[in-house]
């Protein structure tokens, strides 16, 4: 299966759709009359249905188990056709629209064993998805502002050359995804003046996003956090709480990260750990979604 260990749980909606096509209207007659020899055509479906939509990862080997909160199916008679509308949702890591057809499926061939008898020119036709939601695929075509970003590493052994730098490249690379360009990258030392002098700098030049990694810990040296804290002027305490909690459901230590966000003047300011997986992690967590911030904060409504 389809590794989905970095997504995070959203509510996710699918909604499918069958189509049974019978040949007479004498069929159709017997549904709505519920005459049919084997019983009430739409409840034994429905419930068929909502079987097939918990039972799809038994039958369908790539799709994963997961919690299904929610499920409609509903019908519609339009001429000969029956039409199956099957809802579907869910808030987990990845979506239903498999479990959505699933159940429309299952629900379309139980109404095709019950009507044969009486029928023999019954069809099932048009199984397909009409709409999903949830997940950053909702993302992939928001048009969010130009962003001006600055990556700063944290870090007295990158800055002497001690050690490379992964996790700001990381960043980088991530911020590449979403058609972000990094116009500044620096290395500085763990000094609270010379980071609290960066942030300064790079906010007063105009710059919409900057992202610190490195300092967030509890080492002697790790001191982005007292650095940064005094310069904001928004804060934004969900933005760390929601990275917080991310790398807290892959790894024991995220918890002890003392990482920062908010705005001075008109700047996002991030502080990310500073290993490459917690960086990465902090990114999976927040982007794009918090790129919003930046249609808020130009007076669009959310």
């Known amino acids: 299966m389809v590794n989905i260990t970095k997504k995070s749980n959203t509510l996710r909606i699918a909604i499918a759709t069958a189509t049974v096509k019978v040949s007479k209207q004498e069929t159709i007659d017997a549904v709505e009359q519920r005459t049919i020899p084997k019983g ?18 038994d039958v369908i080997p790539d799709c994963h188990p997961l919690p299904i909160e929610y499920t409609a199916i509903t019908y519609e008679i ?48 048009n199984i397909r998805l009409l ?34 730098d992964t996790a700001g490249k990381a960043i980088i690379s991530r911020l590449e995804q979403w058609d972000i360009l990094t116009k500044k990258y620096e290395i500085i030392p763990d000094e609270v003046d010379i980071i609290r002098d960066k942030a300064t700098e790079i906010c007063n030049n105009g710059y919409d996003l900057i992202i610190f990694t490195g300092g967030t810990g509890l080492s002697p040296r790790d001191v982005t956090p007292e650095a940064i804290a005094p310069l904001i002027d928004r804060n934004v305490e969900g933005i ?7 790398g807290q459901e892959r790894m024991p230590y995220a918890m002890l990260s ?4 908010g705005f001075i ?6 502080t990310f750990p500073g290993s490459k997986s917690g960086a990465e992690e902090s990114m999976d967590a927040l982007f794009p979604q ?7 904060v130009k007076g669009e409504k959310h």
Not at 95 to 123: C, F, N, Q, R
Not at 258 to 261: C, I, K, L, Y
Not at 265 to 270: E, F, I, R, Y
Request: with cysteine.
């Open 40 to 57: 009430d055509i739409f409840e034994f479906a429905r419930a068929a249905g909502l079987f097939g939509v918990k039972k799809t990862s």
């Open 78 to 125: 339009v001429g000969l056709s029956i039409i199956i509308n099957v809802e579907v949702h869910t808030i987990y890591k990845t979506g239903v629209e498999v479990e959505a057809m699933h159940g429309a499926s299952v629900t379309a061939l139980t109404m095709y064993d019950m009507l044969k008898p009486i029928d023999k020119g019954v069809e099932i036709e």
């Open 131 to 164: 709409k999903k939601s949830g997940g950053k695929s909702d993302l992939k075509n928001a048009k969010f502002p130009a962003i001006k970003a600055a990556v700063i590493v944290c870090s007295d052994s990158v800055f002497q050359n001690r050690a490379q």
């Open 240 to 246: 760390m709480e929601t990275a917080r909690r991310y």
């Open 258 to 261: 003392r990482g920062v966000a």
């Open 265 to 270: 003047g008109n700047t996002l300011v991030l």
């Open 290 to 296: 918090v790129l919003h911030l930046f249609k808020v």
